[in-house]
């Protein structure tokens, strides 16, 4: 039988720590469980700061979700904000705490010790990064004093293109702000396949918001006017404020001085039940890494869900043993709004199973939201990444301007069950005009997966990888008014009648709006006898 301990210590609030607390009360009502937290809020909506910086949260209040004295009333726990945990004893189990109101230490001994104090944003060693005008963003703190900076300035400098970067580009434009976004990669939200992110980058455009990519930044210099960011490539920009959003770090110093073991990029090694190399001391959150379930590789996703759910892991081992429900592992699903477009990803990109060396293939699809002759729908364009061994879904991204998340969450659902492109091809799901196809996009999407493993499509990944016979099949009006570079117009509905134009001895190229037309084209050409190949995603993706 699991012996209940008689004091749990939880180092860290917000998402794992809070959710942890949360379920080893339901365990147990004797045991003294603490929580520790460094800063004065113990359990708030940090993947919402943004939208309050935006007021698009009006109300600060939403964003604490608990405060310790809802916390101590509802589950008796004993919340210690502002107290810093110091170092760890393992031999003795006991923590040294220090008060950061008056400085004063104490030890606290423990029988179970959880690590959630999360990751903190980077700050390079540049020069001039001391400067009281360069902030990041983590807390209720942060958020207050971004607030408060972005009223009395006229610009501000994101540096950094993912998700939070573009989140906070989107508010501040929000509140009157011109903001430029610098990025060290070539594309914004490079977790994201570059093509997939295009329509991303031209919303920004479009709305004013400057991009600087495939620039870094070589340090600052604060002026009496405001701040100047000096870029690799010799460039300044002088702005008023300055938001760093290059990544984050895992705060494990703590367990590295306890003799822990860390994985190669600092992260807390845990096993399936968030165990570390100490069977006394769990981890959970963005401290942590663990084994995803799709390749088996060793991996950190800093986002609440998995916190979320490894906080329920740990607290259910420690008081339910091996009959706990182990951690199967983050996928990585995540999403992005930027005005009225979302881009967002589900398991591992391109550009990821290239690093990785896994053999793959992929397709790019378009489709509609709900049914196109339904007031509303909008085109959602999606790439799907499988196994060539056993056409096992290996991830997917999706953009557009609705249902992207929906899309993004059957991906997720496939990947933990370890669907197959036939099992995508014939997933049910609610159809009626307003909410959906009677093809589903993700339907779509493992019917040309299946057509090209079959040999009935040979896919062309974009344009410049087609050779000089490429020939456009949409209706002649639309060619003219979005013509393709180097390409013929024969109409799909005139191709047959047309061949002889057609040089049988080189490979033929087609290429329509959203791709479905293009793969009709090639089929009627290798049906001919030509050696046809479909450009992918059509000209709606590639121009």
């Not at 994101?158 to 070539?186: D, P, R």
């Not at 049914?371 to 953009?399: M, N």
Request: glycine share 10%.
């Amino acid at each position: 039988m699991k012996t209940i301990p008689e004091t749990l210590l939880i180092i860290g609030g917000v998402a794992g720590g809070a959710s942890a607390a949360a379920r080893a009360r339901r365990h147990s009502e004797t045991t003294h469980i603490i929580m520790l937290e460094r800063g004065p809020d113990v359990s708030f909506a940090n993947c919402g700061l943004p939208y309050h910086i935006g007021g698009e949260i009006p109300d600060r209040a939403d964003l604490a979700i608990q405060t310790p004295a809802s916390l101590r009333s509802m589950l008796n726990l004993d919340v210690r904000t502002l107290t810093e945990a110091v170092s760890i004893d393992r031999a003795k189990r006991e923590v040294l705490v220090r008060d950061l109101a008056d400085g004063s230490e104490s030890v606290i001994t423990y029988d179970k010790l959880i690590l959630a104090p999360g990751a903190s944003p980077l700050r390079p060693p540049l020069p001039g990064m001391d400067s009281p005008l360069i902030h990041t963003l983590r807390n209720l703190q942060d958020m207050d004093r971004i607030k408060l900076a972005a009223a009395a300035v006229e610009h501000v400098a994101i540096i950094g293109a993912g998700f939070i970067g573009l989140e906070m580009a989107e508010q501040l434009h929000a509140i009157g702000k011109k903001v430029s976004v610098i990025e060290l990669q070539s594309q914004v939200l490079p977790q994201l396949d570059a093509e997939m992110v295009r329509p991303l980058e031209d919303t920004l455009r479009e709305k004013g918001v400057e991009l600087i990519l495939g620039d870094g930044i070589d340090g600052f210099e604060t002026t009496g006017s405001g701040i100047i960011a000096k870029l690799k490539s010799g460039k300044n920009l002088t702005t008023g404020l300055v938001i760093l959003s290059i990544g984050v770090r895992p705060e494990s110093g703590l367990a590295k001085d306890a003799g822990i073991e860390l994985g190669p990029r600092g992260h807390i090694k845990v096993d399936g039940w968030q165990v570390t190399s100490d069977p006394d001391i769990y981890a959970v959150g963005d401290v942590c890494e663990t084994e995803e379930p799709i390749l088996g590789k060793r991996i950190a996703i800093p986002l609440g869900g998995p916190a979320n759910r490894q906080g329920r892991t740990a607290a259910d081992h420690i008081f339910m043993g091996e009959k706990a429900l182990r951690y199967p592992g983050s996928i990585g699903t995540a999403i992005v709004r930027v005005f009225d477009h979302a881009a967002g990803i589900a398991g591992y990109s391109e550009a990821r199973l290239k690093a990785e060396s896994v053999d793959y293939q992929t397709v790019t699809v378009n489709g509609a939201s709900h049914a196109s002759y339904f007031p509303g729908a909008e085109t959602i364009t999606l790439k799907l990444l499988w196994s060539p061994d056993d056409g096992r879904v290996l991830g997917a991204q999706a953009s557009g301007m609705d249902g992207v998340d929906k899309r993004l969450d059957v991906i997720a659902t496939a990947l933990r069950g370890r669907l197959t492109i036939d099992d995508l091809a014939h997933l049910e799901f609610s159809y009626a005009p307003p909410f959906g196809n009677a093809k589903d996009v993700i339907n779509v999407a493992g019917f040309a997966a299946g057509n090209i493993r079959d040999g009935l499509l040979v896919p062309v990944p974009d344009l410049k990888s087609a050779g000089a016979q490429i020939v456009d099949v949409r209706p002649a009006a639309t060619a003219r008014k979005q013509p393709v570079p180097g390409a013929v117009n024969i109409p799909l509905g005139e191709l047959r009648h047309r061949l002889d134009e057609l040089d049988r001895g080189q490979p033929v190229f087609t290429i329509c709006q959203m791709g479905k037309t293009s793969y009709f084209a090639a089929r009627i050409l290798a049906n001919h006898g030509f050696d046809a190949r479909s450009i992918l995603g059509g000209a709606h993706h590639q121009l």
